[in-house]
């Protein structure tokens, strides 16, 4: 548990309401500018929610995991389908750091626009290349894109379950 985490179940209960259909937290008491009934939280740079309990900030989807499940989460946190507003309990799981890994999105400065996939100059042919446990694997060459996505899409599908994301 990381020092942040030294909030309690109690004291987090005391001071919001979390709804597992919506994601939302709402603050139950008013405090300041804070008025009962009011959203909390607010979105941070990586498009995270972000909620400030007792001068310290934490992440909502790790306050979600504890509010529902009474214990913090014992590593990461998963939103499912991507999105890291989405803090509804439905989209979050725990994960190891490499399952969320395997859960990214595809990278802005992709050109092939498939995850894992790369024009490879020399071979003057498209790369599939993926990691597992920390090992960098090359799934094949192909000459047309469409057969590397496919490969690819297959890989990710066998070592990373349900974590797999191919876009």
Known sequence: MNMREKLSLARLKELLSYSPETGAFTWL??????????????????????????????RAHRLAWLYTHGKWPEDQIDHV???????????????????????????????SGVKGVYWHKGKQRWTAMCRVNGKRFTVGTFIELEKAAEAIRDFRKANHGSFARNS
């Open 81 to 111: 389908n991507g999105n890291c507003s989405d803090n509804r309990l439905e989209n979050l799981r725990e994960a190891t750091c490499s399952q969320n890994n395997f859960n990214k999105p595809l990278q802005k400065n992709n050109t």
């Open 29 to 58: 008491k008013n405090r300041g500018r804070i008025t009962a009934g009011d959203f909390a939280g607010n979105l941070d740079t990586r498009g995270y929610v972000r909620i400030i309990i007792d001068g310290k900030k934490y």
